[in-house]
């Protein structure tokens, strides 16, 4: 039996959560449920902040066009996020909600746009990233919602890199190997995944990121993967070594 409710509607709120707390949703979430769902008193909704787990609320209805929700049990404990930071050269605006998306439900814990030589698309817009990562956690039973960071450039990323985060360099240039078994010989620990721009890295870029402390070169094959394909299939590589699926 799955320990996940599909059935109900899930909504992120910015509100605490705890026995008999009352939230009032947002505009567009009070739409949602009414007009789209079509709910009403009494119908059940999951709620979850990031912090205080999932609740099982209850439709309160004041207008037709207001509603408050009514805690009434936790059904999940609140998680702790992974420590996995996912750093991707931006990409289009379709191919970047994708990436968002994936992301999230990959178990990233922050998500930080990274500007390259080569980068398309230096345009971050933060609210529709915020968006897309809220959504997918919605929609796929996760209790935390990533850190979603401003867009920063790779030099001044790399200067201030933190000695105890392991980088994990997805390079088209390394070695053809079981990138599984490559990475089940390293120590667990904090980790990050960096995926370059259409075209690459360049030279000088790939110097930088190989001067890193504890940096690891992956293989994703012997294909070159498109930005959006190559994120994921590098983080359920990470995450079928060395996070939360090991």
Known sequence: ?????????????????GPETEIAPTKDQSNYLLNVLRLGDGDAVLAFN??????????RALSRKQVV????ERTREQTEPCDL?????P????????????AVEMGAGLLQPVITRRTQNGRINLERMQANAIEAAEQCGILCVPDVKDGVKLDKLLSQWSDSRRLIFCDEDAPIAD???ALRTLARGPLAVIIGPEGGFDPQEREWLLRVPHVTRLSLGPRILRGDTAGVAALAVVQAALGDWA
């Open 91 to 102: 990409l289009k605006h379709a191919r970047l909600d994708y990436v968002v998306q994936k």
């Open 50 to 59: 990031g912090r205080d787990g999932e609740w099982r609320m209850a439709i």
């Open 85 to 89: 930071h996912y750093l991707f050269a």
């Open 179 to 181: 990138p599984v078994a």
């Open 1 to 17: 039996m799955s320990l996940y409710d599909f059935s109900s509607p899930r909504l992120f709120v910015d509100a605490p959560l």
């Open 69 to 72: 929700l009514v805690a009434h």
